[in-house]
């Protein structure tokens, strides 16, 4: 059994809601992401979502977008983030690691390659922004082969039929992309979140996340009375861009943020 089917098994026997916090690898330097994920784990985090840096991230607002754009001027690659995975995993065997990004890296690396470097380095989920699931086949059948979640974003707009396909092909936990924008973008509108939940689960049986749109713990609580998962972005991300030469302060602010969702929501 996966570790994130674990941890989603477990909450639900507790009644509980994971919080899944994402930051983008690299930004600041790995150094200060190893121990963001360490202070995320601290205050609360049940799976981290690892961005991984891209040149043109295009589902991604802008604050994302520049940490994307701050990590790939350092030089960050895949083999980077992997690196950093294996690094944590020495330290922490619980918390689940999905990583998050564009499907070009993926390709430059190698389809096999890529999934038993990320398996060898402790990677539990992967989700590609930009991959449809109707071309995602072959790369499935190697994150399959590894025991790799492949996770998959659902927007407001997405058909029954395509709903229906995903349930053939999906696995860990179904992205649920509150908004009709990119990341960090407008206001969350929790009655179109809860009627899509239930068109969701009509087709899907997997554990539902929500993201986009969610910035503070008062969002934060009200979106989990109806899902099993909140995901938060941009609002920690900009602390790490707030605090770039102030390590202390950046791990305390994200820290900090990140307590006050974990708290409002379990």
Known sequence: MSRIKNIFQDLR?????????????????????????????????????????????????????????????????????LTLVERFRKTNDTTAIVLMGYLNPIEVFGYQAFADVASESGVDGVLVVDMPPEEAYDLKQNLDNVGIDFIFLVAPTTTDERLAFLATIASGFIYFISLKGVTGAGHLDVNLVNASLVRIRQYIDLPVGVGFGIKDSATARV????????????????????????????????????????????
Not at 15 to 37: H, V
């Open 223 to 266: 979106v989990a009375k109806n899902v099993n998962a909140v995901i938060v972005g941009s609002s920690l991300v900009a602390f790490v861009e707030k605090y770039s030469t102030d390590k202390d302060k950046m791990l305390a602010s994200v820290g900090a943020l990140a307590n006050e969702i974990s708290n409002a929501i379990k």
């Open 13 to 81: 026997k507790q009644r509980q809601k994971a919080f899944i916090p994402f930051i983008t690898a690299g930004d600041s330097g790995l150094d200060n992401t190893f121990e963001l994920m360490q202070v995320l784990v601290e205050n609360g985090a049940d799976v981290i979502e690892l961005g991984v840096p891209f040149s043109d991230p295009m589902a991604d607002g802008p604050v994302i977008a520049k940490s994307h754009e701050r990590a790939v001027a350092d030089g960050v690659s895949l083999h980077d983030v």
